[in-house]
C-alpha cells in the first residue's frame, strides 16, 4: 500500500484527489490536507463581490464529498513540508508520513509586497471566497454613495482575468442600478497593453479588450506599478517601453480592487531544491520534482517563467483546464510509478477561457496556453456569461459527484482537438 497525500481542496486539489483515486490502486490510501474545511469555486467570486452569488452558491464541506470516494481528509494547514523525511508537518503539531506528495495548494497572497494593498490595508480582493464576501458587503455600502473606482491587477501578478471580469461586473452592476454615470473607472495593470494577460496575447485580445473597454467608459493604464495605497488614494507609476517612468498618477477611488502578486506558501517556501526563489514549486515535463522525484505539483502553486519579458513584471497565469491537464498526467505518472516503471505522460496545457463581463463576456482558447500555440483564438459575445453561468453550475455537479471527466465532456472536447495528454 502507498500513501500519497495531496495539500490542498481547491479546484487543482479536488480534482486531483477524484483523479488519483480513480487512477490508483484499490489498497493505496489517499489523504487530502486543507487548511479550510471547504471547497470553493474560485472562478465565481467576481459574482459573490456584487451580491450576484451567495458563498453558498459557489462552496461545499470538502470531508463529506471526498469520503464517499474513499479519500480521507484532514481539515488542518501545513506548517512545513520535509521532503528528506518524507513527511508534512500540520499546524497542530501532529506529522503526516506520506509515499507520494502532490502539492496542489494555490498561491499565496502577496498583498505584503504593496504598502496599503488588500483586506487589510485599503483595497479589496476576489482571490478568496472570504474575501469576495467582504467585497460584496462594502459594494452594497459603495453603490449607496458612489465614487470613483480604480480597479486591476499589480506589478508580479499572474492572474488578470478576473480584473476584466470584475471591472465589466461592476460596469453592469453600476448600469443596472442606473448610477454608472457617477462612477468614473480606471483600470490599472501592469501587463504592457490590455489584453495581454500575461500571456502575449490571445488572438486579437488587445483589440477586443480595448473596444470593450472603450464601450463601457474605462479608462486604463498599463506598465503601471502600484508603489502604495492610502485610504481613498492609489499611486501608480508608469513606465514606457524601456521600464522608465514616464508619469506618477495619484488616483483618488472610493471603491478598489487590486488582484496581489502571488508567491509560495509557507509551507514549502525557500526548501533548496523544491521551490524556486518566489516559492512556486520546480517540476520536470511529468509535473515531478527534480530534486525529490515522489513530489509532484499542479496548478497555481507550479513555477512557471513568465512569457516574455515586459516593463514592469507580468506573471504567467495557470487557468482551469490547463490545471486539470496537470492533474490527469500526475496521476497517469504516479501510478506508472506504483507498478514499478517510469512517468510518460505530459500534460498538453492547453486553456479554455470563459470570462463573464455581466451581461456579455470574452472566451479564449489557446492550444496550448504558452505560445507558439497551434489554436490561438478570441471571442465576445452574449452567450459566453451564458456558457460561465452553466459551467459553474457543471463544475459544482462534478465536485459533488467526484467525476472529473465525464465521457461526454471528453469526446466534445476530443472533437475540438482539446486533450489534456500529449
Known sequence: MAHIVILGAGIGGMTMAYEMRESARAQDKITVISNLPYFQFTPSNPWVAVNWRKR???????????????????GVGAARVHPDKNQVELTDGKVVDYDFLIIATGPKLAFDEVPGLGPDGHTHSICQVEHAVSSGKAWDDFVKAPGPIVVGAVQGASCYGPAYEFAMIMDTDLRKRKIRDKVPMTFVTAEPYIGHLGLGGVGDSKGL???AMRDRHIKWICNAKVTKVEAGKMFVAEHNDKGEVVKEHEL????SMMLPAFKGIDAVFGIEGLTNPRGFIAIDPYQRNPKFPNIYSVGVCVAIPPVEATPVPTGTPKTGYMIES???????NIRAVLDGG???????WNAICLADFGDTGAAFVALPQIPPRNVNWFKEGKWVHLAKVAFEKYFMRKMKKGSTEPLYEKYVLGLMGIKKLK
Open 326 to 332: 496537470m492533474v490527469t498526467a500526475t496521476a497517469h
Open 209 to 211: 479588450m480595448e473596444s
Open 252 to 255: 483618488p477611488f472610493a471603491y
Open 56 to 74: 453558498d452558491d459557489i462552496t461545499l464541506p470538502a470531508a463529506p464529498y471526498l469520503n464517499k470516494k474513499n479519500i480521507d481528509f484532514i
Open 342 to 348: 517510469e512517468p510518460v505522460e505530459k500534460a498538453t
